[in-house]
């Protein structure tokens, strides 16, 4: 059973950074199409990064902030999120990157100003 497992949610304050990470079963992951997603309060899911085989996708609202790596040794891909915004609070999931799931049950992140 395809399984995400999402984890290094946190509060924290506005400039500050956090580290998500997504271990994900074997028959899921892919390095060169893994994706992490978010989910704001009362909004729809957005991609936030991914990997779309050669290259790296990032939303243009997180560009020069997060960095999308993975480690395959460990089948997962991490989120570095630095200089955080109130703007970045949502629950975040990390899947393939077409945007059809599988889904874990995210992690919450919040950025207070």
């Known amino acids: 059973q395809a399984q995400l497992v999402e984890s290094g949610g946190g509060l924290v304050q506005a400039g500050g950074s956090l580290r998500l990470s997504c271990v994900a079963s074997g028959s899921i992951f892919r390095s060169n199409h893994m994706a992490w997603y978010r989910q704001a309060p009362g909004k729809q899911r957005e991609l936030v990064a991914a990997?779309?085989?050669?290259?790296?996708y990032y939303g243009d609202s997180v560009k020069g902030r997060f960095i999308i790596f993975t480690d395959n040794n460990k089948n997962t891909v991490y989120l570095q999120m630095n200089s955080l915004k109130p703007e970045d609070t949502g629950v975040y999931y990390c899947?393939?990157?077409?945007?059809?799931?599988?889904w874990g049950q995210g992690t919450q992140v919040t950025v207070s100003s």
């Open positions: 990997f779309t085989g050669s290259t790296t």
């Open positions: 899947s393939v990157n077409d945007g059809r799931g599988p």
